[in-house]
């Protein structure tokens, strides 16, 4: 009876509860089985028709939240991704980060000149004697996907740059291939067209085993975002210092007293930052 529940996405259509998905869900988390099926049951008892995907999650989260910290940091992760807003800058550092621990030199906004117009360009990735232009399509709000007008934009922009290293060979880029970063998701045209172009996706869940999230997990490399003991002001304030990263604050502890957050809370933040980055 409970399968038959209709919950409410994001974009508001109505689909069938998938207790599959929410076990899943819960076990990206790396919480243990016996409270991965705890929890589930829990959250499934609870359930009612026209429930959104949101209560879901705050029931899921909650209750992982009180039996461990590093698990609904971990649960929590594609939201605490769209706290790093509003603007999409610490989006475009964050990549710089993933990207230039993958072995690239990575530099964060910059300008470059393309044959008829210059560019801003938010993350350039050299692996010489290759050099990458990599453009982030950052979304604060659940539910928004990249069409294919996405990478028809990135791909022109590519082209007319990629055009002016071409005629000036003495530049300082070289630019070689067109990346597009998102924290949603990209439509089946959009990744169409990119294959066809040999344009580079990385999106929440593609490619498969690739995708934004798997390289966070792989790497260990979460948001500030996602530390439970922040308030929203504290992320604020984190992220205006230039700090994105859970592994900069254990590196750098001393910048939780600089920025004003309170003293009583640094043990647990630093804890909950070191289990995230060290996979304890």
């Not at 939240?65 to 609904?72: F, H, L, N, V």
């Not at 938010?122 to 979304?139: L, S």
């Not at 439509?187 to 999106?203: F, G, M």
């Not at 002001?233 to 604050?249: M, Y």
Request: overall charge positive.
């Amino acid at each position: 009876m409970k399968n038959t529940i209709k919950i409410k996405k994001y974009s508001g259509a109505l689909v069938d509860f998938d207790l599959d998905k929410l076990i899943q869900s819960l076990r990206n988390s790396q919480a243990n089985e016996e409270l991965v099926q705890s929890i589930a049951k829990e959250v499934q008892n609870k359930l009612f028709d026209g429930i959104t995907t949101k209560q879901i999650y705050q029931m899921a989260y909650k209750k992982l939240k009180r039996k461990t910290t590093p698990s609904a940091s971990r649960y929590k992760l594609k939201k605490a991704i769209m706290e790093l807003g509003p603007s999409g800058f610490p989006f475009e550092k964050f990549i710089g980060k993933i990207v230039s621990h993958e072995g690239f030199k990575t530099e964060v906004g910059v300008i470059v000149q393309g044959h008829c117009v210059t560019h801003e360009v938010d993350v350039v990735a050299i692996n010489d004697p290759k050099h990458y232009m990599i453009e982030c399509k950052y979304h604060n709000t659940q539910g928004r996907v990249n069409n294919v007008r996405i990478p028809l934009y990135i791909q022109s922009r590519f082209k007319d740059i990629e055009k002016q290293c071409k005629k000036d060979e003495k530049g300082k880029y070289n630019f070689h291939q067109g990346w597009i970063y998102t924290n949603t998701r990209f439509t089946s045209d959009a990744i169409d067209y990119a294959n066809c172009v040999n344009l580079k996706l990385v999106s929440w869940d593609y490619p498969p085993g690739s995708s934004l999230k798997d390289k966070i997990n792989k790497y260990r490399l979460f948001p500030i975002t996602t530390l439970t003991a922040l308030t929203k002001s504290d992320k604020t304030k984190l992220l205006k210092k230039g700090f994105v990263l859970c592994k900069e604050v254990c590196e750098n502890p001393q910048i939780l007293t600089d920025v004003g957050i309170d003293k009583k809370k640094h043990k647990k933040i630093l804890k909950n930052a070191k289990e995230l980055s060290e996979g304890l």
